[in-house]
């Protein structure tokens, strides 16, 4: 039977990574890849940034992780791990020659630099490919994860595995791992580099995080994927709802004005405390009261994957294209980009979806 609450979590979710973005794009607080904001002043829209970005990627690493464990029940490891390949490694390889360049090419004008200027053609377009990466780090993480998991399956068997199950998610115990899983969330966040060197590829281990998005997307498969663990996060939504609303709002009310990206701020007992009670309440909620679906949820359920993969190439070039040769107000840029995001990229995508060799670039699909 199909857990529709997973479904409707990730696109939520998706389209949660979609509204960040626009205020991301036009943040003041020194967050890297925006284009700048509107002065000095503070700028009250970014507490989105605060409230959303300390949970909503670890989040979708565990439903990739409980959904591997359902796909890993139906299919051999060969034939899923196959489909992965297809489905994330393409978009994030292929794709980024045949789609991305264009992101990467508005890219490289927000960072404002004439660097590019004096550099060959053909050149200059493997370097807009590379800066069109940009969201897609998340499915290259995904298909490196995918390969992890494999490899740990070789090694931990999965009768092993059923029968730790049975003891650890029995009585109280169940609520002890869930605690100390939260350390596990703290203890990511200490991998990152805390003083990254400009010359080094730093930088890029700090985006990627590999070590603290791993974290959450084994336990999804280990953890998360166990119908008891599901059962009670759907009983205790409301109180985790509650304590996470309590330390957001104890968080960014003492860090407002902070770069909220930087290493030193994401591993503050604080922010992770936050980023965890807000991946258990949003799992025990969706649980306890969307685990239904209709026919916009099983559309977005369908298409949430495509429209994440465009969806960036409407902010970088309208919001840049504003910005840049515009003088409107603030206000309306962010409502025409708002807009803009949630009706261009699926149209984008349904436009894609429909020509067969891009189709197979772009999404990794058949």
């Not at 565990?62 to 297809?86: D, N, P, Q, V």
């Not at 759907?234 to 960014?252: H, P, R």
């Not at 902010?315 to 803009?340: E, F, N, R």
Request: proline share 5%; with cysteine.
């Amino acid at each position: 039977m199909r857990k529709y609450w997973i479904d409707n979590l990730r696109w939520v979710t998706v389209l949660l990574v979609l509204l960040y973005h626009v205020v991301y794009f036009y943040n003041n607080k020194g967050v890297f890849g925006g284009i700048g904001g509107f002065g000095d002043g503070p700028q009250y829209q970014d507490v989105l940034m605060y409230v959303l970005y300390p949970w909503f990627m670890p989040l979708l690493f565990i439903l990739a992780g409980i959904s591997a464990r359902y796909a890993l029940e139906r299919h051999s490891a060969k034939e899923w791990f196959k489909s992965r390949t297809r489905k994330l490694l393409v978009p994030a390889t292929v794709g980024l020659l045949v789609f991305q360049w264009m992101s990467g090419y508005f890219n490289t004008h927000v960072a404002g630099t004439d660097v590019l200027a004096a550099v060959p053609q053909p050149v200059k377009f493997i370097l807009w490919a590379f800066s069109g990466i940009g969201p897609l780090w998340f499915i290259q993480d995904l298909w490196l994860f995918s390969l992890i998991l494999l490899l740990i399956r070789k090694c931990i068997p999965r009768c092993a595995a059923k029968r730790f199950e049975k003891w650890a998610y029995t009585g109280i115990l169940p609520y002890v791992w869930i605690f100390l899983m939260g350390v596990l969330f703290w203890i990511g966040e200490q991998t990152l580099v805390f003083n990254p060197r400009p010359e080094s590829l730093d930088g890029l281990w700090n985006l990627y995080k590999p070590v603290f998005y791993v974290i959450p997307f084994l336990l999804g498969y280990y953890v998360f994927s166990c119908d008891e663990v599901q059962e009670i996060l759907g009983k205790a939504w409301i109180a985790l709802m509650a304590l996470a609303i309590v330390s957001g709002t104890l968080l960014t009310v003492t860090t407002f004005g902070q770069n909220n990206t930087t290493p030193q701020y994401l591993s503050t007992p604080l922010n992770c405390l936050y980023g965890w009670l807000m991946c258990l309440a949003m799992m025990g909620w969706f649980k306890a009261k969307f685990d239904k679906t209709n026919a916009f949820a099983a559309y977005m359920t369908r298409s949430s994957f495509g429209i994440y993969i465009v969806h960036y190439l409407v902010i970088a070039s309208l919001g840049y294209m504003m910005k840049v040769y515009t003088q409107l107000p603030p206000v309306a840029m962010y409502a025409i980009l708002t807009v803009a995001v949630f009706t261009l990229s699926p149209l984008i995508y349904e436009l894609i979806r429909r020509i067969p060799v891009l189709r197979w670039c772009v999404f990794g699909e058949k």
